[in-house]
């Protein structure tokens, strides 16, 4: 069927690119060796660690966030490395599998697909681990698959509570430039990340940041890699440019990005994101649904993940509001497939596009006979009214 309007994108990513930032990557392509491109590659080097709060490197690979994953992994770990992970959801278990296929030994430490990763779980463990086996502990920040935020503080006193030696590595793909993050502040040692979420722009990007006790541990081991090699990416960057053709217009977009974060400021990204997290979430509860997560310490600002009543299908759910109101919600994955929907409340968003968003829902469970009250809509818009 042709729509007029927009489209609305409210799965939680690829999300929405706005209109200046898409007319950005339209730009004609330069000579990434010039010195235009050096440039531009310094200043977006420079001013990517504001997002992460880092002093240290962040390197860019013209890849999927998948691809930073392995890069992270192949620069610090060797076949039959032992990790520790977390099992929060769908790409927490995904981080594990490819783990394995790259013939390193991951442990789950607990899952738990209704909350945030349990720094008590993950203390005790290590503290177990007396031969300090355990070579990193890999966290999935914003858990998209379930709207949990792990709360990565805590997760580091756990580490350091049980003197355990272990790299910290984080998973921030869906939450960066969403949900807080303080790589420095927080001990992180790599942060993995991607273009296509809460950075507003298209998918092909993605990001390694490297403390230095994970840069040392590249350099003393890792495996055999070439493209995803951190140490010729990080000597080449020093002055602006990269090892091999860079995704130079995904790079344009990238640097309109940073000026309009920085701009508005990262706490107020982090304040819009809680607020239109919560205008969601009470409407959710208005309708008399169930947010997946059931932990109010660990809801997501990135994205709310509602569950559908027994015996309704939430993919006939998503057909409906995708065929009568043209608007995209993220479905279930893997263990709760059909049996919730998601919707994304993150990056180019804002009062608004929430209200149509969640009119959108309501309508669509009067059309496709799920039972709910009536009036979620009404709820979110006095919250936002209010808090206007
Ligand atoms: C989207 C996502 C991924 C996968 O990233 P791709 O860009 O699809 O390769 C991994 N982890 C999390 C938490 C994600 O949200």
Known sequence: MMHQGTHFLQIPGPSPVPADVLAATGRQVIDHRGPEFGELGSKLLRDIKKIFKTQHDVVIFPASGTGAWEAALANLF???????????????????????????????????WRAGADPAVIEDALRQDRNHEIRAVCIVH?????????????????????????????????????????????????????????????????FNAVGPKALEASKAGGMPRSYWDWSEMIAINKSGYFPYTPATNLLFGLSLVLDKLLDEGLEAVFARHERLAEATRRAVQAWG????????????????????????????????????????????????????????????????????????CEMSLDLAGVPHQRGGVDVAMKYLAETA
């Open 289 to 360: 649904l169930e947010n997946l997560c059931n932990s109010p310490i660990h809801y997501s600002p990135v994205l709310t993940t509602v569950m559908m009543p027994e015996g309704h299908s939430a993919d006939a759910y998503r057909r409906i509001a995708l065929e009568k109101f043209n608007m995209s919600l993220g479905s279930g994955l893997s263990k709760v497939a059909d049996k919730v929907f998601r919707i994304g409340h993150l990056g180019n968003i804002n009062e608004l596009t929430l209200a149509g968003t969640l009119a959108g």
């Open 78 to 112: 060797s076949p039959g490395d032992r990790i520790a992970t977390f099992e929060t959801g769908h790409f927490a278990s995904l981080w594990s599998r490819m783990a394995i296929k790259l013939g390193l030994k991951p442990t789950t430490l607990g899952t738990n």
């Open 142 to 206: 914003n858990e998209t698959s379930t709207g949990s935020t792990s709360r990565l503080a805590d997760i580091r006193a756990a580490i350091d509570a049980a003197n355990h030696p272990a790299l910290f590595v984080v998973d921030t793909i869906s939450g960066l430039a969403s949900a807080d993050l303080r790589m420095d502040e927080w001990g992180i040692d790599v942060v993995v990340s991607g273009s296509q979420k809460g950075l507003m722009l298209p998918p092909g990007l993605s």
